[in-house]
Nanobody, 126 residues
């Protein structure tokens, strides 16, 4: 299992970014995906999760209404569209995955994920 996040960078407050997580080494369409972030000196925080089909999504309270998670199972990629970015969104964003053969579910807890990719830095600053 390999996951590679990309798309991070420096953006001004109020701006937008789209993160990508490219997956390989497993049957992507049978795995649930999640995005998490960690800012310096803070605990890892749940951002968004998506079921294996993409039909079910779930968001952390701090990003609800501003971020959108989606996936393209044909391209083995999950996306995180981030809008109305705030300085508080500055963090390293990582994607994670876990098998979801039994049901089309989402998983908001980091403990439920067995595979993690290297993160991408997002900095929101003027």
């Amino acid at each position: 299992v390999q996951l590679q996040a990309s798309g991070g960078g420096l953006v001004q407050p109020g701006g937008s970014l789209r993160l990508l997580c490219a997956a390989s080494g497993f049957t992507f369409s049978m795995y649930a995906m999640g995005w998490f972030r960690q800012a310096p000196g803070k605990e890892r925080e749940f951002v968004a999760a998506i079921s294996r089909s993409g039909g079910i999504t779930y968001y952390g309270d701090s990003v609800k209404g501003r971020f959108t998670i989606s996936r393209d199972n044909a391209k083995n990629t999950v996306f995180l569209q981030m809008s109305s970015l705030e300085p508080e969104d500055t963090a390293v964003y990582s994607c994670a995955t876990r098998p979801s053969y039994a049901s089309d579910s989402y998983y908001p807890s980091a403990r439920e994920y067995g595979y993690w990719g290297r993160g991408t830095q997002v900095t929101v600053s003027s």
